[in-house]
């Protein structure tokens, strides 16, 4: 769940301004917390309000009310246009989306999650109440269920076979990183995310080899470090280097979750 903070912040610089080196800063005076954050936030704040293994549908209802909370709090932070539309109008009902914003926001879960199958179960829940469509709902089932066998042990090969059934990942990113554009759908973004972690030997190398190829910076960024920083952890200085970019009610939602679930 941090990481994908983290890596949404550092990307959020790029996304619009796409970088092809692992060379650069990784803050900026343009950095932010974008929709990725934000909504993530949202995300771990619906699974503290309910018991979803006791009420599955309770839970949908409650993240709904959540999304549209934060959305009218946090209006300018960058989200697309068919959900920002769903937020503005207090829609409560999927749109069919298979936009990666279900994989991105999908973290917590996979903290929260006490086995596979719960990661697996409650991602396409998340996942259900916007981007119902296959595509949408497999990103995110395909990313909790990374984050889970990364943050429970698991090595990088078994993490590949996971990924590998969902997706084809028999390409390298120096292969993609010439022609790979701006895309924001899951079936596009989620498996260049997963082969950036498993291609990294650290959570800040996942980072910048995520944002390094171009594209949707920190929508892929956001999804490889919650992979990321489930497998390697992540240091003092970059858990603290995020929380300025919090305001007082986020970093709440987040240290309790932390409290409850992750520390």
Known sequence: MLGAIFGDIVGSSYE?????????????????????????????????????????????????????????????????????????????EPYGSYGNGSAMRVSPVAWYAESLEEAIRFAAASSEVTHDHPEGIKGAVCTSGAVYLARTGANKETIRRFVEGYYDIAFTLDEIRPSYTFKEICQDTVPQAMVAFLESESFEDCIRLAISIGGDSDNIAAMAGAVAEAYYGMSEEETEAIRRYLDEDQLHVLDCFRESFID
């Open 16 to 92: 619009f301004n796409n970088v092809k080196t692992t060379d650069f800063p990784l803050f900026t005076v343009d950095s932010f917390a974008t929709d990725d954050s934000v909504m993530t936030l949202a995300l771990a704040e619906a699974l503290m309000k309910s018991d979803i293994r006791a009420d599955i549908d309770n839970f949908k209802r409650i993240f709904v009310a959540c999304m549209h909370d934060y959305g009218d709090r946090y209006p300018t932070a960058g989200y697309g246009g068919n959900f920002a539309a769903w937020l503005t109008y207090h829609d409560t």
